[in-house]
Antibody
Framework: QVQLRESGPGLVRPSQTLSLTCAVSGVSISHNDFYWSWIRQHPDKGLQWIGFIYHTGHTFYNPSLMGRVTMSVDTSKNHFSLRLNSVTAADTAIYYC???????????WGPGTLVTVTS | DIQMTQSPSTLSASVGDRVTITCRAS??????LAWYQQKPGKAPRLLISKASNLETGVPSRFGGSGSGTKFTLTISRLQPDDFATYYCQQYESYSRNFGQGTKVEIK
């Protein structure tokens, strides 16, 4: 079955860059029907969609995070990645990756990974 | 930016109760509304898309309705597995904002 799993450092220093990877199994990341999203959940439980990427490299980011977010995809490794620069404590959250059929709505999420921004 | 407001924030109910959660959008989103269920330590699970379309494998006791700016999630007969937090999400615009969540707890 299709599974996603996030990985990356659990601690990031303020002003540094947060980098996460999402490994996809059970389906090719190059499947034409799927975009691939990142979503985060802050400690107060608020959820925020960060953006998505298609296997061609086409991206769309939440306007509120534009300028700090970069997503990339590696079809040979069947994974995609998130970079968020100039982080602050407000970027502390659980980060989820998700499958996003036709770029409409995420329907299958990874288990999430906690990233804490602290000095 | 489209804001999503859920009510109530917390709901106390008993097994077998009928439960209704409301989600309001700050502007017309048509039927571009999804509902998720989240249990502690787990990722959200998509229950309903397009305001009323039940996802595969979701029990029929869950139902969604509404359009425009007002939406509801109904659980017809609450089961022990349904105690969780529920979120709505609009996907009419690419901010894809979520509501703040409604925690359904045991009375």
């Amino acid at each position: 079955q299709v599974q996603l799993r996030e990985s990356g450092p659990g601690l990031v220093r303020p002003s540094q860059t947060l980098s996460l990877t999402c490994a996809v199994s059970g389906v090719s990341i190059s499947h034409n029907d799927f975009y691939w999203s990142w979503i985060r959940q802050h400690p107060d439980k608020g959820l925020q969609w960060i953006g998505f990427i298609y296997h061609t490299g086409h991206t769309f980011y939440n306007p509120s995070l534009m300028g700090r977010v970069t997503m990339s995809v590696d079809t040979s490794k069947n994974h995609f990645s998130l970079r968020l620069n100039s982080v602050t404590a407000a970027d502390t959250a659980i980060y989820y990756c998700a499958r996003d059929p036709r770029g409409i709505l995420p329907d299958l999420w990874g288990p999430g990974t906690l990233v804490t921004v602290t000095s | 930016d489209i804001q999503m407001t859920q009510s109530p924030s917390t709901l106390s109910a008993s097994v077998g109760d009928r439960v209704t959660i409301t989600c309001r959008a700050s502007q017309n989103i048509g039927s571009w509304l999804a509902w998720y269920q989240q249990k502690p330590g787990k990722a959200p699970r998509l229950l309903i898309s397009k305001a009323s379309n039940l996802e595969t494998g979701v029990p029929s006791r869950f139902g969604g309705s509404g359009s425009g700016t007002k939406f509801t999630l109904t659980i017809s007969r609450l089961q022990p597995d349904d105690f969780a937090t529920y979120y709505c999400q609009q996907y009419e615009s690419y901010s894809r904002n979520f509501g703040q969540g409604t925690k359904v707890e045991i009375k």
